[in-house]
């Protein structure tokens, strides 16, 4: 299994969801988040006042997936959340030990 996290532009969501729910993901954690990389903020001007914005606001998608389905999805994240323009994102794969569902005690992919 793996564990993919993503970090998207707010705007990208709903295309992200369906392109997931494609591929049979029933389930996903979606947070707000602040953050940034490369472009290391923006500077706007408010009133006439110039000031820099440190964190901008992300969206951070969390799922489980089968690890023969792992390379597909982060296929399918790339060509639904690019733009083609700086802070687009990130995508962290990760290997995933187990998963458990608690209120059943399923254990492994029967777990997801």
Known sequence: M??????IQ???LEPLQ???TGFGIQGMTVSEVQGYGRQQGKTEMYRGTEYTVNFLPKIKVECAVDASLA???VDAIRETC????IG???VFSL????AMRIRTGETG???L
Request: net charge neutral; hydrophobic share 30%.
């Open 88 to 90: 687009d994102g990130k």
């Open 71 to 73: 390379d597909k999805v």
């Open 2 to 7: 793996k564990y993919i996290i993503t970090i």
């Open 10 to 12: 707010p705007s990208r």
């Open 18 to 20: 369906e392109a997931l």
């Open 82 to 85: 690019s733009t083609g323009r």
């Open 95 to 98: 290997d995933l030990e187990n």
């Open 109 to 111: 992919l029967s777990a």
